[in-house]
């Protein structure tokens, strides 16, 4: 990801560009709060008007109101990193609230995700909040059925099409083992909170016409949340380690994806697509991301991936520890 002339290795004077823009700013923080919220609830409002005369008139906003959605994930994102406001009492409040409009438990999401942080790129620590990642010889050693259910799991129909949409749907609604109980009272707080909105607006436009408004939009901003999460972390530069190797600040520029995207994704994406900033410091506002590249001449030199580098990456399916690369299968068996 890095040019040759820029290698991280263990330099930990990154960590010390980011120090000034950890400090979140009260009138950014509530401004991005209602610049979001706001657009969304409005076209909630003109979605509730135009389905009462066809649902097509309604699905062109949906798209638009799944882009707000994301957005407002970006800022229930930050607040579970204590990065959206000083306080994390208000952090913890705005953080639950969005959960209940994005689908998502607070406590339980950002229990995983923290995890993520302190272990992407680390071929022996994966599992938690990541993309099923094989080596290729441990999918050399897999069953051929074990192998049919990687690939299923990989192919970007399934993982964007249906595991999107049913991770945020559905997975989302309910505890599983090993949930401690700050995660299981987050995903019945989230449920209640969800089910008491629904009922609320069913009984002003109808189960049905809430269903035809909430379902695509929360299909499609599922959609594309799961899709940055993917670029984030699997693109054609990328380097994982093995745990004796692993280095957080080295990972962060390394396993991490600089995704440059048009400007009008960037902002509905909430900068997200400085990853490898984010990374260094989950602690950076997501309003100040962008700053902080623009004024450090060290993180520009930080190849970029691209949309259309994007779309490619979805080829690659495994880590090849011998090309310390990620290979198709075709690479991986040729």
Request: with cysteine; aromatic share 14%; charged share 15%.
């Amino acid at each position: 990801m890095l040019t040759e002339q820029n290698p991280a290795g263990n330099d930990k004077s990154w960590l010390k560009l980011i120090t000034t823009y950890k400090t979140p700013s009260l009138k950014s923080s509530i401004w991005q709060l209602v610049n979001t919220l706001v657009p969304y609830i409005l076209l909630w409002f003109l979605m509730a008007y135009a389905i009462k005369f066809s649902w097509w008139l309604t699905l062109p906003l949906s798209i638009l109101a799944a882009g707000f959605t994301v957005r407002l994930f970006i800022i229930f994102h930050d607040c579970g990193h204590g990065a959206f406001f000083s306080s994390k009492q208000a952090n913890d409040a705005v953080g639950i609230i969005l959960g209940v409009l994005t689908f998502t438990p607070y406590y339980r999401w950002h229990h995983a995700h923290l995890i993520h942080h302190r272990t992407a790129g680390n071929l022996d620590k994966r599992g938690v909040g990541d993309v099923w990642t094989l080596t290729v010889e441990e999918y050399k050693n897999l069953s051929r059925g074990k192998r049919m259910m990687y690939r299923v799991y990989r192919n970007p129909f399934v993982m964007f099409g249906l595991g999107a949409g049913l991770m945020f749907l559905v997975m989302n609604r309910f505890t599983r083992k090993g949930f401690g109980r700050k995660e299981r009272i987050s995903v019945y707080v989230t449920n209640l909170g969800i089910a008491a909105l629904a009922t609320g607006i069913s009984l002003l436009i109808g189960f049905e016409s809430y269903l035809l408004i909430q379902l695509p939009t929360m299909y499609f901003a599922a959609t594309a949340g799961v899709f940055l999460f993917y670029v984030q972390h699997q693109f054609p530069d990328v380097h994982w380690y093995r745990d004796e190797e692993w280095d957080y600040s080295t990972v962060a520029i390394n396993g991490s994806s600089y995704l440059k995207l048009p400007k009008v994704l960037q902002w509905f994406s909430g900068n997200i697509g400085f990853h490898h900033i984010h990374h260094l410091s989950s602690k950076i506002p997501n309003y100040k991301l962008e700053k902080c590249h623009r004024d450090n001449e060290a993180f520009q030199r930080v190849n970029p991936v691209t949309f259309l580098t994007s779309m490619k990456s979805l080829r690659l399916r495994l880590w090849d520890e011998k090309r310390k690369q990620l290979v198709t299968y075709r690479q991986a068996t040729g």
